[in-house]
């Protein structure tokens, strides 16, 4: 790593906010280059000058691509950043071109060189057929092209994306949905589809699954063979196959290992005290408590069991409440409730589990906004609990 460091340093001068001449600064978009008695190359400068990034946010988009670098730990991206084609303008002046080639404006070819600048040192000899690609075999359109790369960059210049895209784009109906996709799993892009993406795709749908519950689904890449048994697995805790809850299981499942699930199963039984099949009962209709910690679940308990004044076995058959941010919602929740009691303005008979789950919007125009007037101040003593600070008085 010291090695890599040393390797890093004449970047790190080349970026660095000291003043020095900008020989690019009045040059158009894609003219920009050095010769050998030019001023060394500063990846910051070529960021203002030929992208149009403002100075500090190209101070920051170059720091970004010494991270992006390093976080590597290889001796040969080192190198190669450092000794080639971010050394000079002539590799970004290529690729500038190549963006503005397929009809990406200024302001969008700074909002993806600011994303992913390691774009600018890629091989023009990859990235250029994918470029052209995007638009001539996909029939994408330049605006199309600039949102794609503002998350699909680093596959751009990884990997041939052309074939992936055409199956996503297919498999989801349109090169809108496969945005909304990517915008919360792009790993979807670096998965091989053959091996991965279609057997998990496959096995899916002959669990029963459709399109549209597997069209966020991270499992499409892992393994196929943990996507079997994340299918297994929610099927011994008794979740149905044809239950709305079967696709939130697997995904659940995903974010904890096989070893602890027996283990959290155990904590609940013998937390809330009741039967094995109480506890499978409640897993299979709320899914994601699983992945929560036992600290966090035995923080949100304590509090419905001490503060709210629930029976563990009320908890059990309504797992919702432990699914619930115990900080930004359940405290400042009851807080509301037991302010707006004790003034009258609230039946007493009004129970914590229907205050609980209200949406958020309607909570605030309903019991907020509502006494506003008649309950000065609870607006901000709601806004102050919800951001996690704890009334005095309440134990978590």
């Known amino acids: 790593m010291l090695l890599l460091r040393r390797q890093l340093l004449p970047l790190l001068h080349a970026i660095s906010p000291l003043p020095s001449p900008i020989h690019h600064r009045t040059c158009p978009l894609l003219s920009i280059s050095t010769s050998a008695s030019a001023t060394p190359f500063s990846l910051e400068e070529y960021l203002v000058a030929a992208c149009g990034l403002a100075p500090a946010q190209?101070?920051?988009?170059?720091?970004?691509?010494?991270?992006?670098?390093?976080?590597?730990?290889?001796?040969?991206?080192?190198?190669?950043?450092?000794?080639?084609?971010?050394?000079?303008?002539?590799?970004?002046?290529?690729?500038l071109a190549l963006l503005s080639g397929v009809g990406l404006t200024r302001t969008d070819i700074a909002s993806i060189v600011a994303a992913d600048p390691l774009l600018l040192r890629s091989s023009v000899k990859n990235v250029g057929p994918r470029l052209h690609a995007l638009r001539d075999c996909l029939g994408l359109s330049a605006p199309q092209i600039a949102r794609f790369l503002l998350l699909g960059s680093p596959a751009l210049r990884g990997c041939d994306?052309?074939?992936?895209?055409?199956?996503?784009?297919?498999?989801?109906?349109?090169?809108?949905?496969?945005?909304?996709?990517?915008k919360k799993n792009k790993a979807i892009l670096f998965s091989d589809l053959e091996r991965v993406i279609k057997p998990n795709i496959a096995l899916l749908c002959q669990r029963g699954l459709n399109v549209r519950d597997i069209f966020h689904s991270r499992v499409l890449t892992f393994n196929p063979e943990q996507v079997k048994e994340f299918v297994l697995r929610a099927e011994e805790l008794g979740v149905h196959r044809s239950s709305p809850?079967?696709?939130?299981?697997?995904?659940?499942?995903?974010?904890?290992?096989?070893?602890?699930?027996?283990?959290?199963?155990?904590?609940?039984?013998?937390?809330?005290?009741?039967?094995?099949?109480?506890?499978?009962?409640?897993?299979?209709?709320?899914?994601?408590?699983?992945?929560?910690?036992?600290?966090l679940l035995l923080r949100k308990i304590h509090f419905l069991i001490k503060e709210v004044g629930m029976e563990p076995q009320y908890i059990v058959e309504r797992p919702i409440l432990l699914s619930f941010s115990l900080e930004k919602r359940l405290v400042p929740r009851h807080c509301v409730m037991k302010v707006l009691q004790e003034k009258g303005l609230l039946s007493s008979k009004m129970g914590f589990f229907s205050f609980a789950q209200i949406g958020e919007k309607t909570f605030k125009l309903k019991y907020i906004d509502y006494h506003k007037d008649s309950v000065p101040g609870l607006a901000d003593a709601y806004a102050t609990a919800s951001a996690g600070v704890v009334p005095s008085g309440i134990k978590l």
């Open 58 to 95: 190209a101070r920051e988009t170059a720091k970004k691509a010494l991270d992006k670098a390093s976080k590597a730990s290889n001796k040969k991206a080192f190198e190669e950043l450092c000794k080639s084609r971010l050394r000079s303008a002539s590799n970004p002046d290529a690729i």
């Open 245 to 295: 809850m079967f696709k939130r299981t697997i995904k659940s499942l995903s974010y904890i290992n096989k070893e602890k699930v027996a283990p959290k199963l155990k904590f609940l039984k013998s937390t809330l005290g009741c039967s094995e099949s109480e506890v499978a009962i409640a897993v299979s209709r709320m899914p994601s408590i699983l992945p929560l910690s036992e600290e």
């Open 161 to 182: 994306i052309v074939p992936k895209l055409e199956f996503f784009i297919s498999f989801y109906g349109s090169f809108e949905r496969l945005l909304v996709v990517m």
